[in-house]
């Protein structure tokens, strides 16, 4: 019987002869493109993926742009014929009141309730929907102004950091002067506030 070193030469001569070095190439050529090939898949795979999530982005924004501009102009529209609603036919004028509210207050998006034109245009001809609108615009001065100026009791959803502000006191006031007690203590016994309040209650 042979011993297991002489079968180990013969094995060893096998893989270094010369008849078994031109599938040596072959076969670590084929390996190679086999591997360049699975990567370049994997690496087309990705790009669609990324493709098709920034394409589903991208139509997803394009819908909501359009949903916000269409939500936008009915917002702004119901203002417009509440603001030519005359005075001296009340019934139509509360129905363009409720429309607007129903509208803003109980439909609008965040979105809606956060844009600084749409909320300027509600307020202006109902001060009460200051209520309805973001905290950020609740603190916005002009904003709060307009819903004071047209219904003084919005003075209450202004923020707290405006109930300090004397001009908004007075316009306040000057509508009710109860408002008062909603303004910041230091303006309470500020002696142009105080004198507003007391001559708008008579």
Not at 73 to 81: F, G, H, Q, R
Request: proline share 3%; charged share 25%; hydrophobic share 40%.
């Amino acid at each position: 019987p042979r011993s297991p070193s002489a079968d180990f030469q013969v094995v060893s001569g096998l893989v270094t002869s010369p008849l078994s070095q031109p599938f040596a190439p072959s076969w670590a050529s084929q390996t190679t493109t086999l591997n360049l090939a699975h990567r370049t898949s994997s690496q087309r795979c990705s790009h669609a993926s990324t493709f098709q999530t920034s394409t589903a982005f991208a139509m997803t924004r394009a819908f909501e742009a359009a949903n916000f501009d269409e939500e936008r102009t009915k917002i702004l529209e119901k203002a417009k014929v509440l603001d030519s609603t005359d005075a001296s036919r009340p019934d139509e004028r509360m129905a363009a009141q409720e429309e607007l509210t129903k509208e803003f207050a109980n439909k609008a998006s965040f979105e809606a309730r956060s844009d600084r034109d749409i909320a300027l245009a509600v307020v202006s001809v109902n001060g009460w929907l200051l209520g309805s609108c973001s905290e950020a615009l609740q603190d916005d001065f002009e904003i709060a102004f307009a819903a004071v100026k047209n219904e003084g009791y919005a003075f209450q959803h202004v923020s707290q950091r405006l109930k300090g502000s004397k001009d908004l006191v007075l316009q306040a006031v000057k509508g009710n002067g109860l408002h008062l007690e909603a303004a910041n203590p230091e303006l309470c016994s500020d002696r142009d506030v105080v004198l507003a309040a007391v001559k708008s209650d008579g």
